[in-house]
């Protein structure tokens, strides 16, 4: 992150030419948590990179452990209502929705409806949806993007003059706060493929260190003269400080990639200090 406000857009021209001269950096925007990703071969060598970028391009920049791009989803199908009624001189405004949500696999909202009898006219039903995408961008329990949701719109009630586009899409997002509360809401965390290159010395430690970090060995095999490889699951949230670990353990000789592989839920007992740690970088 730059530390002068008007340097954030020098930062990518900078970039691009360091990671054009030095092929081991990489440089990406995370669409998640909006936040510039500078990759490199360790500390040392991240903080030559941006010792560089103020030399050569005059930008100064902070270098900070990136943010973990945590999900929210829920355990439990519940109906809700949501009801906006607001009454103030000549037109009010009057929406009034009944959701089923329930659990899904998806990475985006599904929404159906299921409206008998013109309870909720049918003009009205996109601006339902709209109320919910718009909704889901914030989960109820540390404002983070919400995943595996359907929205069942199953009943309502309009008035022929307060009611509007603007009205329905309020009572949908105060059924989206309410369901989500009371549907289980749990947190995701994401979790890293890793691959550990080490002496076979160091492998008992290296495993004893993974476990420590919630990690999952799933196996180890040699790779060459005396080096073995390890392959296991870890949480990325418990691997930000692990390329020191690994380089004071085998002295520079081991080496790793971590690379994204999926979402699971997290842990209870960490649930807190999570939801802390996410509201304080917001």
């Known amino acids: 992150k730059a530390k002068a406000q008007g340097d954030e857009a020098k930062i990518s021209a900078g970039m691009q030419r360091l990671v054009?001269?030095?092929p081991t950096l990489t440089y990406v925007q995370d669409d998640d948590t909006k936040e510039q990703i500078l990759s490199g071969l360790g500390e040392q060598h991240l903080e030559v990179a941006a010792a560089k970028l103020k030399g050569k391009f005059g930008v100064d920049i902070n270098l900070s452990v990136p943010k973990i791009a945590y999900k929210e989803t829920i355990r439990k199908k519940v109906k809700v209502q949501g009801r906006h009624k607001k009454q103030s001189g000549g037109h009010g405004q009057f929406g009034d929705v009944w959701i089923e949500f329930e659990p899904?696999?998806?990475?985006?909202?599904?929404?159906e409806e299921k409206i008998f009898g013109g309870a909720v006219p049918k003009n009205y039903f996109p601006a339902v949806q709209k109320g919910l995408e718009e909704s889901v961008r914030k989960g109820v329990l540390a404002g983070c993007p919400v995943v595996?949701?359907?929205?069942?719109?199953?009943?309502?009630?309009?008035?022929?003059?307060?009611?509007s586009e603007m009205a329905f899409k309020t009572a949908a997002s105060i059924a989206y706060k309410e369901?989500?509360?009371?549907?289980?809401?749990?947190?995701?965390?994401?979790?890293?493929?890793l691959k550990v290159t080490a002496p076979d010395e160091n492998t008992g430690d290296i495993m004893g260190e993974l476990n420590k970090r919630r990690g999952r060995v799933l196996g180890m095999e040699p790779a060459s003269n005396g080096i073995t490889v390890i392959q296991a699951e870890v949480p990325i949230r418990e691997m930000h400080d692990f390329a020191m670990y690994l380089r004071q353990t085998t002295r520079?000789?081991?080496?790793?990639?971590?690379?994204?592989?999926?979402?699971?839920q997290l842990p209870a007992n960490l649930l807190a200090e999570v939801i802390s740690s996410v509201n304080s970088e917001n």
């Not at 595996?148 to 009611?163: C, F, N, R």
């Not at 520079?252 to 699971?264: N, T, V, W």
């Open 104 to 111: 899904c696999v998806s990475d985006t909202l599904v929404f």
């Open 179 to 193: 369901g989500l509360k009371q549907a289980d809401p749990v947190m995701l965390e994401p979790i890293g493929e």
């Open 20 to 22: 054009e001269e030095d």
């Open 148 to 163: 595996g949701l359907k929205a069942i719109l199953v009943d309502g009630s309009y008035h022929p003059v307060d009611s």
């Open 252 to 264: 520079g000789m081991g080496s790793f990639e971590l690379d994204f592989l999926r979402y699971e």
